[in-house]
């Protein structure tokens, strides 16, 4: 079943109790699949609690899937029996690099959009998909540099990864955004020319903002609210749309339980409003 059209929190263990107390109607919940590769314990006993009353979503952040070496098959295994524990209702990845040759590197990291990275992106992808026998949803990343071998439009590298290999797309607005300032171009004409109709999930994040000489840099840092113009851009989305699963991301400096409900419900009344203007326009 696929995730439903409304919003959905990241799971985090601080707030387990809170959320038992409280039962909150969320969509969904998302976990990052490298924190529950162990066996056991209260991490394990605390997801299955989740999974029994709502939909789930594994986000996966270490199998690089942008790298020009082979996939980890043992990080690819220990995957599989992750999935086959909690069948979730949607597993997603990033394009991006995070390892070389054995050496696992603290984060996601870029690759230039060229014929050669299309077809090692969409081996990898198949890979994924054949290995876990569930369709896969990629994410868009965040940028701060741009490569001069790139011979490939971004939202063009990711139709066509799309294409070739059926997986789906996870458009992280907050990413659009920085990604847009850092490189003074136009969120609103990347997201026009985003293959919306795969789009199977939208994240929305916040952002950490250095003053250089240059003009503003945006960091992707997952850790304050939502900024507005990242929800003016998930309105635009919505009307092209309508409602998709909706997940706030709160990772770092993670706030009260309270907090990061009220991004939630503030998500919900957008896609509210967007499920009412599709009706109104159908009738």
């Known amino acids: 079943m696929p995730l439903p059209d409304a919003p959905g929190l990241g799971f ?18 998302e976990v990052h699949a490298e924190n529950y590769m ?20 594994i986000h996966g952040v270490g199998l690089s899937i942008g790298g020009p ?29 995070s390892s070389h040759e054995g050496t696992f590197l603290n984060d996601l990291l870029p690759l230039p959009y060229t014929e050669e990275t299309l077809g090692i992106v969409c081996d990898h992808v198949d890979e994924v998909q054949a290995a876990l026998g ?6 868009n990343p965040s940028t701060y540099v741009l490569f001069a071998q790139s011979t490939i439009p971004e939202t063009e590298f990711l139709a066509e ?3 070739r290999t059926s997986c789906g797309l996870l458009l992280d ?38 003053a250089l000489p240059s003009g503003p840099l945006l960091i992707d840092a997952h850790g304050t609210p939502v ?14 749309t309508g409602p998709r699963p909706t997940l706030i991301e709160w990772d770092n400096d993670v706030p009260s339980f309270a907090t990061l409900l009220r991004e ?12 009412g203007g599709l009706l109104a326009f159908a009738s």
């Open 12 to 29: 985090k263990a601080e707030h387990f109790a809170d959320i038992v107390s409280s039962r909150p109607a969320l969509g969904f919940w």
């Open 38 to 57: 162990g066996e056991g314990g209260r991490p394990h006993a605390q997801l299955a609690a989740l999974r029994d009353d709502c939909a789930m979503s």
């Open 69 to 97: 070496g082979r996939l980890d098959a043992a990080h690819l295994a220990r995957l599989r029996r992750l999935c086959d524990r909690y069948e979730p209702d949607s597993f997603s990845e990033h394009l991006a690099w």
């Open 134 to 139: 569930r369709r896969m949803l990629l994410e």
């Open 161 to 163: 990864v799309a294409r």
């Open 173 to 210: 607005v907050n990413n659009v955004f920085v990604s847009a300032t850092n490189h003074r171009t136009d969120p609103h004409a990347y997201l026009d020319a985003f293959p919306l109709h795969a789009v199977g999930e939208i994240h929305l994040g916040g952002f950490f903002e250095e």
């Open 227 to 240: 900024a507005d113009p990242v929800w003016d851009l998930f309105a635009f989305i919505l009307e092209r």
């Open 264 to 275: 939630a419900e503030r998500a919900r009344a957008a896609l509210d409003r967007a499920r």
